[in-house]
């Protein structure tokens, strides 16, 4: 098992100015272009529920600030946190609030929508930030957050065309000794990286206050659909590390391994209104 750091200063790799004046949850995922292409949460007024479509921008490397583009998924209704995986030629972005929703696109410009299934899910068990991992050919692994049992909760759905999902169970859940119990879950925008045959979820928790704003635990297992119970210090599954970070996204280019972080104006992020990356390394 490997530790994740961060070891170097945050920079600005992205700031709206059209479309929005901050970034919350996002996505950056490289394209048939040779570009990095990224999707964000964004508003004018800062509010979870004034967040109706995203921000994309653009940038040929992970070392400039991107640039601004668009905005896509203005649908007139809610659009958080956005995960894009390309299949066969084709960019398939879910998003929430839940339902779960899917839009496909071949260029990652036009995105039309889709019906998406989830079968045999609990209540309550996947109502936003969506993450799909591919660990086969044709197997995907999607996990989103949720509430299990009035605690948060991630689940994990199986697919092998990203359009039908199944209910596997919950990947990490909270027990009864859990820090943080806010009535929607205290676990946000879950992201997993496979690393030398082990795999590492990445989990925000927070109640949205400031002291915990930037609170990202990293859990690791050998089993992808299980990384166990949450209590605190008070057993159960404990995080490998905490890292200070706000919704980050886990990017590798050349080699190297880069980790961003992002939130609403009014907390404390390294750059106000940005998304910000900084390098990650392991030991």
Known sequence: MKIPYISDSWRV???????????????????????????????????SYQERYFVHARGDSLDIPFSEVGKSIDTGTLAWAPCIIDRDDNYFMFYGPSPTS??????????????????????????????????????YLMYVVGVNNKKGSVSVFSSDDLLKWNFEGFALTSGDAAPLRPGWGAMESPFVLKKDELYYLFITYTESSDKTYNDTLVFCSENPLCFGEYNGDFGGALPITKLSAHAPEIIEENGKYYITTCGWRDKPVPHNGCISIAELDWK
């Open 13 to 47: 790799i992205f700031k709206p100015e059209k479309y929005g004046n901050y970034v919350n949850d996002h996505t950056i995922v490289k394209g048939s272009d040779g570009d990095w292409h990224l999707y964000g949460t964004t508003s004018f007024g800062g509010g």
């Open 102 to 139: 899917l839009a496909v696109s071949f260029d990652m410009y036009e995105w039309y929508g889709h019906k998406v299934e989830l079968n045999n899910e609990p209540l309550m068990s996947a109502h936003r930030d969506h993450f799909v991992l591919k660990v086969d050919e044709n197997k």
